[in-house]
């Protein structure tokens, strides 16, 4: 095509306007309704640790959840301004796919409080009859919670779809009054907007317009996610000393920064502001940056986002504000979690969303959390040789963030993880199956023991069971019952090397996945195969990390040198004892170099089958990864955390082998070394 043409077809789109078209575009893969999929095998039992810990206690003891009048309570973090609305998204799906029947009836409670307690105008939340400013944001996790409690209960369908369409209405006078909105309602409108998407697609009820004028206030009177996303503008190193261009500094903020990873494909929807091979052409025109592309953008932005300030853990680095590279730098876990609930392979079709989702949920999420679920941290560390009280603030290395932010506790920093934290899981496993928008075909998303059992078009009842111990192995038998024939999708990972497939007992076969997924022709009846997912071990691009150290990767899982260490106990709650904050100390050496070429991957199946429970602490997973390392003088910095690894440094003693496990088994951990050649 040459210029004149593309010229011409830009004229041609400007004038027709691309985006005078109306509604909402649809998406390129659907969710199902919360309970249709469910957890497995080892996943199961870690929702079970995860229900028989803090997550699933919090509500008996801890004040901000605890109030038997949750949303009336004073405190402000009782109420729909955070911590009640955290609790409700997290603890609904919590509820239903640990089938819970306490929790159950909590969440359920709740919802009945907030409804019955809706103010004439469809104002929600405790400021009802108070003289307390009203922001929107708040309510935001609440309606997600909303949202997946009608999806489990379609009974309750019009309770909760009118009470949101009241709130819609008067939420759309307030933005259009410039109400309702402080730092952090314009900067997280991404949210909002995925509720307000949600009823257009399902429960629209005649309000299409109102609903999406709403969605347009959001964009246009918030945070520009657009220009945050942009190469020119994206911070590209640890934003410390740096100012934000676009004027909203909370944008550079890791939780505001993980629910922004959605603006631009959820604004997409109605912007038609399209992307893909046409415009792509297009933008070589001057005139052209008008049509620069909503999802290239959110796509460059992710890309962005883990080039400077990604982990080899999945995730990236935020200790309140983004981080950069320094494998002391903090992430927090409410953005380990916020990611993990990531939309944009719905809208955008690209694997890449997928494969990173998959390392933050088996690795960046387990690791900042004790083995049972009881004490979690506000930020983890690549290389983390303490969790400790970094007092006096001058020994800590997170310029934003309090000198406890380490340590393993009920609510250490800040209070929002907690109730926060217990949606990881959860959603990681809601999101694990999808469907083509013809609903004709399933789509397996995430790799694990899941389950699932729907209903697709024509009346297709399909069940399907993963049965495996990945991402502890690399085999996966999948067993599909369909009333009637249908394609079943299964993604295989950019990892994979030298993978097969094995259908109904037959040979295995080379993998000929298309876009990331391989299609599998299931038959009425009863369809099994055996997928074998090899990888090679790397320490490659992805993983080449500052001061020539590097990082060990072998599939969805990074590997990383588990500190020995001792604990003590640094306070415990009067009311619930299992609620410990946890001070972790290194009892042996850690300062190594190793030689990448000698890595060599370990697999040490259990004998019973079954993984041990619960998995993720030190030395319980059965994979493992030996390496030659040498020990080397390396400096702590302000005696608690580990100086940057040195470059190039001289061996101190005799080579030895260590070994390095899964980095979500691991609390203390070097997960980015120095290297040296061995002898
Ligand atoms: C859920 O728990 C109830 C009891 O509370 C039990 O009757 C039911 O069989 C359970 N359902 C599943 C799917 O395990
Ligand atoms: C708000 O106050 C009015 C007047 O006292 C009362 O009638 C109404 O029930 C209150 N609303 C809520 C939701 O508490
Ligand atoms: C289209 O998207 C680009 C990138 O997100 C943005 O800069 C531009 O303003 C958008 N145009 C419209 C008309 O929304
Ligand atoms: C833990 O180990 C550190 C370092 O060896 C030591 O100073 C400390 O006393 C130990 N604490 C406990 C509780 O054993």
């Known amino acids: 095509m040459n210029l004149r043409t593309n010229f011409v077809l830009g004229a041609l789109l400007l004038t027709s306007g691309v985006w005078s078209q109306t509604g909402l575009v649809p998406k390129q893969f659907l969710s199902l309704p919360l309970g249709q999929i469910g957890p497995s095998g080892w996943l199961s039992d870690q929702l079970a640790v995860q229900t028989n810990g803090l997550a699933g206690h919090e509500h008996e003891f801890y004040h901000y959840v605890s109030q038997t009048d949750w949303v009336g309570g004073n405190s402000f973090y009782s109420t729909l301004e955070e911590a009640g609305s955290y609790w409700f998204n997290a603890m609904v799906p919590n509820g239903v796919l640990a089938n819970s029947s306490v929790l159950n009836q909590k969440t359920s409670a709740f919802l009945d409080y907030v409804l019955s307690h809706q103010d004439s105008t469809g104002w929600l939340g405790p400021e009802v009859n108070t003289t307390k400013p009203r922001y929107l944001w708040g309510r935001y996790p609440f309606m997600f919670g909303a949202i997946q409690m009608v999806e489990a209960h379609p009974e309750l369908t019009d309770q909760v779809v009118n009470a949101l369409h009241k709130f819609v209405a008067l939420a759309n006078t307030m933005l259009h009054n410039g109400q309702g909105q402080e730092d952090w309602t314009r900067v997280r409108w991404p949210d909002f907007i995925m509720v307000l998407q949600w009823l257009y697609d399902f429960h629209p009820n005649g309000k299409e317009d109102l609903l999406l004028d709403t969605m347009k206030q959001l964009k246009f009177t918030g945070a520009p996610w657009e220009d945050v996303f942009s190469t020119e503008l994206f911070p590209k190193g640890a934003t410390d000393n740096m100012r934000n261009p676009t004027g909203f500094v909370l944008t550079w903020h890791g939780v505001n920064m993980a629910e922004g990873l959605k603006a631009l494909p959820a604004t ?152 926060n934290h217990p949606q990881g899981w959860p959603k990681f496993i809601t999101n694990s199956f999808l469907t083509t928008p013809d609903q004709k075909s399933l789509v397996q998303a995430y790799l694990g023991p899941f389950s699932t059992r729907t209903t697709l078009a024509n009346n297709n009842q399909v069940s399907v069971s993963v049965d495996t111990l990945y991402p502890f192995s690399d085999t996966l038998t999948t067993t599909i019952t369909a009333a009637q024939a249908f394609t079943y999708h299964v993604r295989i990972p950019s990892w994979v090397s030298g993978g097969t497939i094995s259908i109904n007992g037959g040979a295995a076969q080379a993998l000929s996945p298309n876009n990331g997924l391989q299609a599998v022709s299931a038959k009425a009846g009863t369809t099994k195969f055996v997928l074998n997912l090899p990888a090679k071990i790397t320490t490659g691009t992805f993983q080449s990390r500052p001061h020539g150290s590097i990082a060990v990767q072998r599939g969805p899982l990074h590997y990383a040198f588990d500190i020995p260490r001792n604990s003590t106990v640094l306070a415990r709650n009067a009311q619930e004892s299992r609620a410990v904050d946890l001070q972790f100390e290194a009892t042996a050496a850690w300062q190594y170099a190793i030689d990448p070429s000698t890595l060599k991957f370990i697999n040490s199946p259990p004998q019973s089958g079954a993984l041990p429970s619960p998995i993720f602490d030190s030395n319980l997973p059965p994979l493992s990864i030996e390496v030659t390392a040498c020990p080397i003088n390396w400096n702590i910095a302000g005696s608690t955390f580990a100086a940057s690894p040195p470059q190039n440094p001289a061996c101190v003693g005799a080579q030895k082998t260590i070994k390095l496990t899964p980095y979500g088994s691991t609390k203390l951990r070097i997960g980015e070394f120095p290297v040296f050649k061995s002898t």
């Open 268 to 419: 997409y929807r109605f912007t038609h502001n399209q992307s893909g091979g046409l415009s792509r052409i297009i933008g070589i025109l001057p005139l052209m940056s008008l049509f620069a592309l909503d999802l290239d953008r959110a796509s460059e932005g992710w890309d962005l986002l883990f080039q400077y300030h990604g982990r080899p853990s999945g995730i990236f680095a935020a200790d309140e504000y983004l981080a950069g590279l320094e494998a002391v730098r903090g992430t927090e876990l409410c953005l380990v979690v916020e990611t993990i609930g990531s939309y944009l392979y719905q809208v955008i079709g690209d694997p890449k969303y997928l494969d990173r989702v998959e390392r933050i949920a088996y690795n960046a999420l387990p690791a900042t959390l004790t083995g049972d679920f009881w004490s979690r941290q506000y930020l983890q560390q690549q290389n983390q040789i303490a969790a400790q009280n970094m007092n006096p603030h001058s020994r800590n290395p997170f310029p934003n963030d309090g000198p406890y932010s380490n340590v393993f506790g009920l609510e250490p920093n800040y209070p929002c993880c907690t109730v």
